[in-house]
């Protein structure tokens, strides 16, 4: 009888969003997005691996933080606004508790939701120690999860793929990103999207990288596909593994006719900071403000909007779903273990669906883990046997975004960003050929400039104009990022900076400290 693999990677990335406030201001709503993220997928995941270590579940699975997470997990300022956004939150729920006294239903979702507030504040500020990435690191070296690393700023780098200094500046940033978090050399490397472009095999390979993932149509319509499809690993023409991925994840997890469409699960559009009015929220937000999630949620997603959530009962849906869920992976592999000798499946999960929009998400995690602990879960790294015995393909170039080749994030309502993003990019190459030793004022606008250049990359703004969620911010911080490259660009020209402006936005974007402009130099 064959082994069956399971591999589950989950794929952490947030957009970077990093609002300098003094103490006791109340956050800006686009700070929500991270802080919900923390509340609903983060500490809830590293909650999720304490317990199996307890229970001595032995459930392994990959984990992409990405450099632009890293670094907001591990800003203090963050953190400092995460903590008072959560008191706030607590205020805010003990308030409901007497508002909603009289309603059972309700207030026992109220109850349940500052509950979490609570555990998620003492868990975060004393178990935890404020360092989640302390957590991960510690799962990681007990080899419960396996930790990859992905390009600067989720660069989709097929825009990118004439430009080869662009592109080892990516993945060269992630690679450091990695060693200086994690005190280690990335195995494998997650490409935003799932990015492919011919060529970029060869990026990854020269910076170390053993393996990636692709979408399973960059195996299955390339012109040697593989006899064994995406149910077991390749390799690129130079060695690099490839894993092609379960293209149904989305539709399964998310999509319209999903598990998490059930209308049984909590729906994660009404919340309470957008529904009362701005006198009952006077502690929580600004009067007069934009709204912001609180994540007090009281509904279910019913059709007549009416129907109050109820957690157990989404419980039982979740064990239901989960092994829904297994059942179909598994009947896949044994499907092809017949023709396959030792069949493998991985299956890319969106952090984003564990907790933040799927409200159930990390329980049906949970429970997948559980119920197939007694199977073989691998991680990519553990499936890599006999490398360079594997077959050998030349990938299709695809995208796991848009209909198969990453078209949203290049259309009518974002392509023109293309055109500012190409044109910094060949100017910081020749910046860094034209300034190779410099250091001081100088080097520090180099060092400024490469940062803003890496951000206006951030594939994400195009997805949230093309989605149209938050555009409008989207818009600001991609032309606030084109603009202070130009300053910079400038500044060197005429050799004149203001010192004052550049120690502004060195605080504002204050990631990657290790940065080094240099990367974006021709290689010999």
């Keep these: 009888m064959s082994v069956k693999n399971l591999a589950l ?4 990335h947030e957009p970077y969003i990093r609002h300098i406030s003094g103490e006791g201001e109340f956050p800006r709503p686009e700070n929500s997005i991270f802080f919900s993220a923390l509340s609903q997928t983060y500490i809830p995941l590293v909650n999720l691996l304490h317990k199996l270590e307890d229970e001595h579940i032995n459930a392994k699975f990959s984990l992409v933080l990405t450099p632009v997470i890293c670094a907001m997990l591990d800003d203090e300022m963050l953190k400092n606004q995460y903590v008072d956004w959560l008191e706030r939150c607590i205020i805010l729920g003990e308030k409901e508790i007497e508002r909603l006294k009289d309603e059972p239903p309700l207030l026992k979702n109220a109850q349940e939701q500052l509950k979490k507030a609570v555990e998620n504040r003492e868990n975060f500020t004393q178990k935890y120690n404020r360092n989640l990435l302390a957590q991960f690191a510690q799962f990681s070296k007990k080899g419960m999860i396996e930790i990859l690393t992905s390009c600067g700023t989720h660069a989709f780098l097929p825009h990118y793929s004439d430009l080869p200094e662009i592109l080892n500046a990516q993945v060269e940033t992630g690679i450091i990103s990695h060693k200086y978090y994690f005190d280690t050399v990335p195995y494998g490397f997650w490409l935003p999207y799932m990015g492919y472009s011919r060529g970029l095999e060869n990026v990854l390979r020269s910076y170390g990288v053993n393996y990636t993932l692709l979408n399973a149509q960059s195996l299955l319509f390339c012109e040697n596909p593989p006899a064994a ?19 149904k994840i989305y539709s399964e997890l998310e999509g319209e006719s999903s598990f998490s469409a059930n209308k049984i699960y909590k729906n994660q559009n009404r919340d309470i900071g957008f529904e009362l009015d701005s006198a009952q929220l006077s502690d929580f937000m600004k009067q007069n403000s934009p709204r912001l999630d609180s994540l007090f949620r009281y509904w279910s997603k019913e059709d007549d909007s009416l129907v109050i959530y109820d957690s157990q009962k989404a419980m039982e849906q979740v064990k239901i779903d989960a092994k829904k869920f297994l059942d179909s992976k598994n009947k896949k592999l044994e499907c092809v273990s017949s023709c396959v000798n030792e069949p493998s499946l991985v299956c890319a999960i969106n952090a984003s669906t564990l907790g933040q929009n799927w409200a159930e998400g990390m329980d049906f995690f949970e429970q997948v883990l559980r119920l197939n602990c007694e199977s073989n879960f691998a991680c990519p790294e553990d499936l890599i046997k006999e490398q360079f015995k594997l077959t050998k393909v030349n990938p299709y170039p695809s995208a796991a975004s848009g209909q198969g080749y990453g078209e949203d994030l290049l259309d009518s309502s974002n392509s023109w960003m293309v055109r500012y993003t190409r044109k910094m990019s060949e100017r910081m190459v020749d910046l860094a050929g034209r300034f190779p030793d410099d250091t001081g004022l100088k080097a520090r606008l ?30 600001q911080t991609f032309i606030s990022s084109v603009m202070d490259f130009t300053t910079v660009f400038d500044s060197l020209g005429s050799n ?24 974006f130099r021709k290689k010999i």
């Design 446 to 475: 180099l060092i400024l400039g490469a940062k803003e250049l890496m951000l206006s990359q951030s594939g994400e703004l195009a997805k949230m104009i093309h989605d149209g969620y938050m555009p409008d911010f989207a818009k």
């Design 496 to 519: 004149v900076v203001s010192t004052e402006w550049l120690t502004k936005i060195e605080k504002e974007h204050n990631l990657f400290p290790w940065m080094n402009y240099r990367i």
């Design 229 to 247: 499809g995406i149910f077991e690993p390749v390799r690129c023409n130079n060695s690099l593994v490839v894993f092609g991925t379960d293209s």
């Design 9 to 12: 990677v989950v794929v952490a």
